[in-house]
């Protein structure tokens, strides 16, 4: 698992491996809940190959720790419209956004410790538009989950991955409503995902 790991850090690798697995189309169920004109703001964009399935008009920000994935994107689709910034997502990088109408985490917060998640969440909660709403996906566990499932969940490079229950009490933390769902006819490799989102951020209410 260790090869296949460092493997992953290559971009052209990891991309094609995605696309291999099908994670690719749970990307693109994320993104179909962007519509044109939305400012978008995705943490943890790794190298953003789902970026040319973005409806457009669409403002762009994707940060990422890792310098080669953020390179990668920069080089092939950043622009007026979308920057890719290299470093943790923090209150300063929130301070320099504007009103962001989607957050995506894809693949993020079973990266993240609950400490992590809920500092993470509570920032994104802060950028948000009116009505704005945040995106998750993430490997998880559940019951009905076969064998190979579990497998590709347990040897995942996250080191949190969780069930449902527990990403959305995460979630309520930062936000007053939360729904998701299990996607697990989506890829090609047998495989659960817990699919999130989230809206009115606490302290706000609903219209
Ligand atoms: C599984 S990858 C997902 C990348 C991309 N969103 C995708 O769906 O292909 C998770 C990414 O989160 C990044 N990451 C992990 N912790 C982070 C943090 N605290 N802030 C920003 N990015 C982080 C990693 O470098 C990695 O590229």
Known sequence: MEGLKGLLRHVPAYVLLQRVVGADRLRYRCIDEIRPGDSVLDVGCGPAYYFPRLPQP?????????????????????????????????????????????????????????EESTQLLDLAASVLSPGGRVISVDTCFEPTQGRISR????????????????FEKLALQSFGEVEGEVLSDVTHVPGSYWLMRMTTPNGLTAD
């Open 58 to 114: 669409v403002t762009y920000h994707g940060f990422d720790t890792d310098a080669p994935y953020i390179d990668w994107a920069q080089n092939r689709f950043g622009g007026e419209n979308a920057g890719f910034h290299c470093g943790i997502f923090d209150e300063d990088a929130a301070r320099s956004l504007p009103p962001i109408d989607v957050v995506l985490l894809l693949g993020l917060l079973h990266h993240l410790s609950d």
């Open 151 to 166: 497998w590709m969940a347990e040897n995942d490079r996250g080191e949190y991955v969780r069930e449902p229950a527990e």
